[in-house]
């Protein structure tokens, strides 16, 4: 086979290879490039009601930046958002762990299933569900006087960040079990034995063996749970009230109630690139790990 036949086909392949693919970059470009190009492009511009001024400016990044009120919602909003990942990653190690390694394999299928159950209901319900469950006079108030452990109902369980991170915590729970224990399921068992054969005890084996195998699967339940949550704003609205409010919704806000798009884009545009800057930091230490 000569070179001009070998370079013929290859030339061949990629023309069916771009063609297979080009309908995807279409969507794409249609559905995530062009927005996110015009929230861009927005953020450049000034309004005032409904004039919008399209000569170039930086004032918005410059009052976003010098505003108090924007540079404690944006770092009030990266603080929840890692404390959320914190812990529900911590807390759906041990259940990924347990269907992984002592749920016998016939009825794993189950556990899974049994996990993925909330996604059944609407998140907005579970988001009510919760409010009813840590109100002044809820669920959890309730049981609690009734049983004497406390006197009056518990306040700072409802509408600041400590409600927004039970809420988000428990909504994004099955995001972050699953990739774990995708990552647990992969590790080689006799990874575990030789570490065990060469003296290392169970506490040893799962911090030098299992939980460096299995850290993959945590960076990436990390950037699931973390990359949306810094932009949910039904939470916060709902159960959040003043002191759980994030930079979602101020955005929201300029953009329905103020009728300021230009400065939602650019508080959009920061919020972006702060998320972007931290989940590469994420994506290199999984680099590191897969290596």
């Not at 009052?63 to 924007?70: G, I, K, R, S, V």
């Not at 990924?96 to 009825?107: I, Q």
């Not at 949306?228 to 806000?253: C, E, F, K």
Request: aromatic share 12%.
């Amino acid at each position: 086979m000569g070179v001009r036949t070998i370079a013929t086909r290859l030339d061949s392949d990629a023309k069916r290879g771009l063609l297979l693919v080009s309908p995807t970059a279409v969507y794409v470009l249609l559905l995530l490039a062009a927005p996110l190009a015009a929230v861009v492009t927005f953020s450049f511009w000034t309004q005032d009601f409904l004039t919008i001024d399209r000569s170039f400016t930086l004032d918005n990044y410059r009052e976003a930046f010098t505003d108090p009120l924007y540079r404690v919602l944006m770092i009030r909003s990266l603080v929840i958002s890692g404390i959320v990942t914190v812990v529900t990653v911590v807390l759906a190690f041990p259940i990924a762990y347990f269907v992984s390694f002592y749920v016998p394999p016939e009825r794993k299928a189950l556990w899974i299933f049994l996990i993925t159950i909330p996604f059944w209901t609407s998140y907005l319900l579970r988001v009510f569900l919760w409010k009813v469950i840590l109100g002044f006079n809820g669920v959890l108030n309730s049981g609690l006087i009734s049983l004497g452990l406390i006197d009056e109902p518990i306040t700072f369980i409802l509408y600041n960040a400590n409600a927004v991170v039970i809420t988000l915590a428990h909504a994004f729970a099955p995001f972050t079990i699953l990739p774990i224990y995708v990552a647990l399921e992969k590790i080689d068992r006799s990874l575990l034995e030789a570490s065990r054969d060469l003296g290392e005890n169970r506490v040893t084996t799962f911090f030098r063996v299992t939980l460096p195998l299995a850290m993959p699967g945590v960076i990436a339940a990390t950037l699931i749970v973390f990359i949306p949550t810094i932009g949910d704003y039904v939470t916060p609205r709902l159960v959040g009230g003043p002191n759980g409010l994030m930079i979602a919704n101020m955005i929201q806000t300029q953009f329905l109630k103020l009728n300021n798009a230009p400065m939602g884009a650019t508080l959009a545009v920061l919020a972006m690139c702060a998320v972007t800057a931290i989940s590469l930091i994420f994506v290199l230490m999984n680099r590191r790990y897969l290596r």
